[in-house]
């Protein structure tokens, strides 16, 4: 019996990462802006890495199946990987499904990014059914970027009404309702379906520009209101003229991205900047016409030449609201970003408005000299506006937290991510992810 014991528990550690690492898109949406983030084959590794002297995934199965055999640093995959796709937070609750994710560079420019896509069914405990499609694809050089995703979902969204959570002192019932001041909390159910394309042109060295369309359509939405003034949404829609149970959202998109990160999976240093206007029209099949602008700023600083994996990481996110109006399940909020995982600490859409913005902070370092474990210490800041005066900026609300990183591949800076994080109001929650946040 004594000499079965390291086997049995190296077996039921495979076990556990087997299952942890399909943990990619643990948010019950997705789009085709955040498949870089789902990537297992982005950038080549710089010669900084050392990635010989590192220990990952890879290895660790080499070490059980064949323990006598050399690391083959020659060897490449073949950029196709099919994984369980098990997730946990609390927005979907757990989720079980399969996942295929893959990857090949176009060319023989070795500066061309790699282009990816990937597809997954799964289910969660909470009766969320999901499925998508989503590429990303680079043209040699990268001279061209084709981005877009399709969704068909059945969703539950929790809803903890409209704000940043400021305290609600007025006398109106509506408005109290809508601002939930006792954090209640609601199931909105529906039917999601989403088609979106981009195409970006690189215009100079590191800035590309893009334009493309979406088309966004949520049908038999259920907030069970048995007298349409009960819940946060309902009033919010018969405020801003939405039926009750369905709704369209098309609109034109456009952007400016500017990227000299270098790596979209784990990155040691550089900038990614990402501004969007979106326009949707009422002419092209949209509920309402609305004009929104986003922003997403990102800065990696490395503190260590011997150890670039040491990294002060800091993020900023916000969604505003220009013009028109927005359907009640589409306003920016709690991890509304493009990777939906801002805010942790809290359920997606926990604080939400018109307008939004979202600042994190991250310090990222090794715990084993392989590298094979690291850790994390992070924090964020949200604000929004309400429809009761608060203004956005005027009022924050803190999340933070920490977490355990597992090296999963090493060429490609994959890490495992096992977050918990403490927000306001009780809010408390396990975070798995494919990747870092930001």
Not at 18 to 35: E, H, I, K, M, P
Not at 408 to 427: E, H, P, Q, V
């Amino acid at each position: 019996m004594q000499c079965r014991k390291p086997a049995l528990l190296k077996w039921s550690f495979l076990l556990l990462l087997v299952g942890v690492q399909g943990f990619a898109y643990g948010q019950a949406t997705t789009s085709a802006d955040s498949l870089r983030e789902d990537s297992l084959r982005a950038s080549r590794p710089l010669p900084a890495d050392n990635i010989n002297k590192q220990y990952d995934f890879g290895d660790l199965l080499r070490n059980i199946f064949h323990p006598q055999r050399k690391a083959d640093t020659l060897h490449k995959g073949s950029g196709i990987t099919v994984v369980p796709n098990i997730a946990a937070n609390p927005t979907i609750g757990g989720q079980l499904g399969i996942k295929a994710v893959a990857g090949r560079k176009l060319g023989n420019d070795p500066h061309t990014l790699f282009s990816t896509a990937a597809t997954s069914a799964s289910i969660t405990t909470k009766g969320i059914i999901y499925f998508y499609f989503t590429h990303n694809v680079f043209t040699p050089g990268n001279k061209w970027n084709f981005q877009g995703n399709l969704v068909a979902a059945k969703t539950v969204t929790p809803d903890f009404g409209l704000g940043i959570g400021n305290k609600y002192t007025g006398k109106s019932a509506l408005d109290s309702v809508l601002a939930d001041p006792t954090h209640k909390g609601y199931a909105i159910r529906s039917y999601y379906y989403n088609f979106r394309e981009k195409v970006y042109k690189n215009v100079a060295k590191n800035l590309f520009v893009g334009a493309g369309m979406s088309f966004e359509f949520r049908t038999k939405i259920d907030n069970k209101d048995t007298t349409g003034y009960s819940t946060p949404s309902s009033i919010y829609n018969h405020r801003h003229g939405f039926p009750q149970d369905h709704y369209w959202a098309n609109g034109f998109l456009f952007n400016v991205q500017y990227i000299t990160r270098d790596n979209p999976n784990r990155a040691y240093r550089g900038i990614y900047f990402d501004a969007g206007l979106r326009l949707n029209q009422q002419w092209i099949g949209s509920t309402k016409n609305s004009i929104q602008i986003t922003t997403d700023f990102r800065k990696y600083f490395s503190l260590s030449t011997s150890s670039p994996e040491t990294v002060f990481a800091i993020w900023n996110w916000g969604s505003y609201l220009v013009t028109g109006a927005i359907p009640y399940l589409e306003l920016p909020g709690t991890g509304r970003d493009g990777t939906f995982r801002s805010g942790r600490g809290y359920t997606s859409q926990y604080f939400k408005g018109t307008q939004f913005n979202d600042t994190e902070a991250e310090l990222r370092f090794p715990i084993l000299a392989n590298k094979f474990l690291s850790g994390v210490a992070f924090a964020n800041l949200q604000t929004g506006n309400d429809e009761h005066g608060t203004k956005i900026f005027q009022v924050f609300q803190p999340g933070y937290g920490a977490g355990l990183r597992v090296l999963f591949n090493k060429s490609t800076r994959t890490n495992l991510a096992l977050d918990y994080a403490f927000g306001k109001f009780g809010r408390k929650g396990f975070f798995l992810n494919l990747n870092e946040t930001f």
